[in-house]
Nanobody, 127 residues
Framework: QLKIVESGGGLVQPGGSLKLSCEASGFTMRQYTMAWFHQAPGKEREGISSIKHDGDIVKYVDSVRGRFTISRDNEKDTIYLEMRSLKPEDSGFYYC????????????????????WGQGTQVTVAS
């Protein structure tokens, strides 16, 4: 059974760093593009970063580019999101998601393209 589990969230001061992890099971993760989504309080979930199945291509939205780094370890079936220079607006839940189709790559980051989700991990950026 497909399972996606995020971890690593917590409370951090503005300007601080966190590294999120996403462990996948029940499917061959190395065959799928994976993505991170962010849902701030009172706002819709939005895609912020994705990484192609082989790690050769990554994508970031403008709000996180230069501060966040996505990576993957296909041997461990794990995706990471390293977050630096965190801001209060980075607070919220972070979700890891799997692409709909194997060996696919999407130029956009929409929920329609990533139908499989974890339960999320909460990040709070506050002093």
């Amino acid at each position: 059974q497909l399972k996606i589990v995020e971890s690593g969230g917590g409370l951090v001061q503005p300007g601080g760093s966190l590294k999120l992890s996403c462990e996948a099971s029940g499917f061959t993760m190395r065959q799928y593009t994976m993505a991170w989504f962010h849902q701030a309080p009172g706002k819709e979930r939005e895609g912020i970063s994705s990484i192609k199945h082989d790690g050769d291509i990554v994508k970031y939205v403008d709000s996180v580019r230069g501060r966040f780094t996505i990576s993957r370890d296909n041997e461990k079936d794990t995706i990471y999101l390293e977050m630096r220079s965190l801001k209060p607006e980075d607070s919220g839940f972070y979700y890891c998601a799997r692409a709909r189709e194997r060996f696919s790559w999407y130029s956009s980051l929409t929920q329609d393209e990533y139908p499989y989700w974890g339960q999320g991990t909460q990040v709070t950026v506050a002093s």
